[in-house]
């Protein structure tokens, strides 16, 4: 009968260990779940770097694009130069003389 309490444990001990997960399996389980938390984490940070970089390029091109177009529409909107005024004819035409007289005549 001892012999039968023997036998019924060593197998309720292989059955037990049969039922569960081997260590093997728990290590590959573990890092299977590591790689997978670190993969995300770098896609997370590389979607973001990117993010971060196709908004800076949007950003610029929009400025760009902006200061063109005021560059452009100032210098379509520039004046040109006016044309020159008519000549003024003089008021009185009659010729200079001298207020006063000088010595040699006159």
Same mark, same amino acid.
């Given at each position: 009968?001892?012999?039968?309490?023997?036998?019924?444990?060593?197998?309720?001990?292989?059955?037990?260990?049969?039922?569960?997960?081997?260590?093997?399996?728990?290590?590959?389980?573990?890092?299977?779940?590591?790689?997978?938390?670190?993969?995300?984490?770098?896609?997370?940070?590389?979607?973001?770097?990117?993010?971060?970089?196709?908004?800076?390029?949007?950003?610029?091109?929009?400025?760009?694009?902006?200061?063109?177009?005021?560059?452009?529409? +100032?210098?379509?909107?520039?004046?040109?130069?006016?044309?020159?005024?008519?000549?003024?004819? !003089?008021?009185?035409?009659? !010729?200079?003389?001298? +207020?006063?007289?000088?010595?040699?005549?006159?």
């Amino acid at each position: 009968m001892h012999y039968k309490f023997m036998f019924f444990a060593a197998m309720l001990t292989i059955g037990i260990a049969a039922c569960g997960p081997t260590k093997e399996e728990i290590i590959q389980a573990e890092v299977k779940r590591a790689v997978s938390e670190y993969e995300m984490n770098e896609l997370k940070l590389c979607r973001e770097n990117l993010l971060e970089r196709a908004g800076h390029m949007v950003d610029s091109m929009l400025l760009a694009e902006a200061q063109a177009a005021i560059r452009d529409s +100032l210098f379509l909107s520039k004046p040109g130069r006016p044309a020159l005024p008519p000549e003024i004819p !003089p008021v009185d035409s009659t !010729p200079v003389a001298p +207020l006063f007289p000088t010595e040699g005549g006159k």
